[in-house]
């Protein structure tokens, strides 16, 4: 590895816990089985990733997931079983990251939806007593504000671009494999991080720490 000067994160499974079976067993518990064949980590409708860029708003995405379940359920309990797979911020992880952009540059870049948004910040207000994560990074990039999302090649561009930094020169760290080959389609130094391994050790094996 070469000289590093920047690393970027990615959020869910990295830094929050993620539990993403979580919510499909939530809404199956609501009586809605066939949810699992809408989402999954590795691959979702076009409607999740409308959400994920933004370009559908909450209320939109709400309205057309009860079309698509066929349902006039309350929408805080749609709500609520969307946000089950967010769980908790370790405190070691926040501790380590929040050391990193001491020595890094450091960003976060995260798929993500306004929902979700304001419900990690409410755990993270709830657990860490602050408001978001701009604190522990230069820049905090989420997807829905952005109109991109990964794996594609623009938001990984736009991000080095943006911040002029040099691909080989970062490195860029996602639980998902396609994510990880998106980035190193840009030439950025990317690593899958195993589900079952936490984000401080495979710091220590690249030797960033």
Request: charged share 25%.
């Amino acid at each position: 590895m070469g000289k590093i000067k920047n690393i970027i994160f990615d959020l869910g499974g990295v830094i929050i816990n993620l539990d993403i079976p979580k919510t499909i067993t939530s809404f199956t518990e609501l009586g809605f089985a066939d949810f699992k064949s809408l989402y999954t980590q590795a691959q979702q409708i076009p409607l999740f990733d409308e959400f994920d860029k933004g370009t559908v708003s909450p209320e939109n995405f709400f309205s057309e997931l009860k079309k698509l379940l066929q349902t006039d359920m309350d929408e805080s309990r749609l709500i609520a079983a969307w946000n089950a797979m967010l769980l908790d911020f370790p405190p070691h992880r926040m501790d380590v990251i929040g050391q990193m952009n001491k020595k890094y540059r450091t960003f976060l870049l995260s798929n993500t939806n306004e929902t979700h948004v304001t419900a990690f910040e409410q755990i993270l207000e709830e657990q860490h007593a602050v408001k978001n994560l701009n604190h522990c990074f230069e820049k905090v990039y989420y997807s829905c504000r952005m109109n991109m999302r990964k794996p594609d090649p623009e938001i990984f561009r736009y991000v080095l671009n943006e911040n002029k930094l040099v691909a080989e020169e970062t490195v860029f760290i996602d639980d998902s494999i396609q994510h990880v080959k998106g980035a190193l389609t840009c030439g950025i130094q990317a690593y899958l991080l195993d589900k079952n391994k936490d984000i401080v050790v495979l710091l220590e094996e690249l030797k960033l720490l």
